[in-house]
Antibody
Framework: EVQLVQSGAEVKKPGESLKISCKGS????????IGWVRQMPGKGLEWMGI????????RYSPSFQGQVTISADKSTSTAYLQWGSLKASDTGIYYC???????????????????WGQGTTVTVSS | EIVLTQSPGTLSLSPGERATLSCRAS???????LAWYQQKPGQAPRLLIY???SRATGIPDRFSGSGSGTDFTLTISRLEPEDFAVYYC?????????FGQGTKLEIK
C-alpha cells in the first residue's frame, strides 16, 4: 500500500524549534516530489514548498521562503519540515503529499497530489 | 503568483441535486496543471480531478471537471450524502502551486 505517515502532534512554546516528519512507503520514494501544505485553524490549504528526495532539490512558496526548511533523507524515505523559531501563527495542521506526474501524449503533465499523509497538528502557545 | 478564486464560498444543496463549483485564475493556467480536491472534517484532502478533467483513481463518475484558460468548473451530477465537504482547486506551474480558498458544499 502506498502511504505517507507523518509524525505525531506537537505542542511547543514560541521561540522553540521543531522538526516534523513524513515517511513514505509502498513506492519508490526518490521518484516523486513531496510537498508540504499548511492548514491554519478553520482555514484553507496553503502550498508551502516541495522537495525531490533523490537530490534534495527544494522549491519554496514565496510566503514560506526563509520561514521554514524542507529537507529529505532518501536512505529512510523520509521528508522533513522544520522551524528554527516558532511563532503562535505557526499553529495549524501540516500535511505532506506526493506529487504525481506523467506523460500525456508528448507533454509531461501534473497529475495532482495523489497521496496524502494524515497531517501533523502543531500548536504553538505560551 | 497565480491567485485562484473559488465561488461560491458556500453552496447549499440537497442530495440528488447538481452542484457546480467555479475556480477562476488571475492569469491563464495550463489545463494540464489544474486539480480539484475534496476535504471532509478531520481528514486529509483527497484528489478528485487532475488535468482539469481527468478523474483520479476510484473517483465516481458523478464528479467531472472542465474548463480552460482562467475558468474551471467542478460538477457533481447528483449529490450523495457523502459529497458534502469542502472543495479546493489547485494549480501547479514553475515548480510552485497555489490553492483556491475553498467552496463549502453543505446540506440544505
Amino acid at each position: 500500500e502506498v502511504q505517507l505517515v507523518q509524525s505525531g502532534a506537537e505542542v511547543k512554546k514560541p521561540g522553540e524549534s521543531l522538526k516534523i516528519s513524513c515517511k513514505g512507503s509502498g513506492y519508490t520514494f526518490t521518484n516523486y516530489w513531496i510537498g508540504w501544505v499548511r492548514q491554519m485553524p478553520g482555514k484553507g490549504l496553503e502550498w508551502m514548498g516541495i522537495i525531490y528526495p533523490d537530490d534534495s532539490d527544494t522549491r519554496y512558496s514565496p510566503s514560506f521562503q526563509g520561514q521554514v526548511t524542507i529537507s529529505a533523507d532518501k536512505s529512510t524515505s523520509t521528508a522533513y519540515l522544520q522551524w528554527g523559531s516558532l511563532k503562535a501563527s505557526d499553529t495549524g495542521i501540516y500535511y505532506c503529499a506526493r506529487l504525481s506526474f506523467g506523460m500525456v501524449g508528448t507533454y509531461y503533465s501534473y497529475f495532482g497530489m495523489d497521496v496524502w499523509g494524515q497531517g501533523t497538528t502543531v500548536t504553538v502557545s505560551s | 503568483e497565480i491567485v485562484l478564486t473559488q465561488s461560491p464560498g458556500t453552496l447549499s444543496l440537497s442530495p440528488g441535486e447538481r452542484a457546480t463549483l467555479s475556480c477562476r485564475a488571475s492569469q491563464s493556467v495550463s489545463s494540464s496543471s489544474l486539480a480539484w480536491y475534496q476535504q471532509k472534517p478531520g481528514q486529509a484532502p483527497r484528489l478528485l480531478i487532475y488535468g482539469a478533467s481527468s478523474r483520479a483513481t476510484g473517483i465516481p463518475d458523478r464528479f467531472s471537471g472542465s474548463g480552460s484558460g482562467t475558468d474551471f468548473t467542478l460538477t457533481i451530477s447528483r449529490l450523495e450524502p457523502e459529497d458534502f465537504a469542502v472543495y479546493y482547486c489547485q494549480q501547479y506551474g514553475s515548480s510552485r502551486g497555489t490553492f483556491g480558498q475553498g467552496t463549502k458544499l453543505e446540506i440544505k
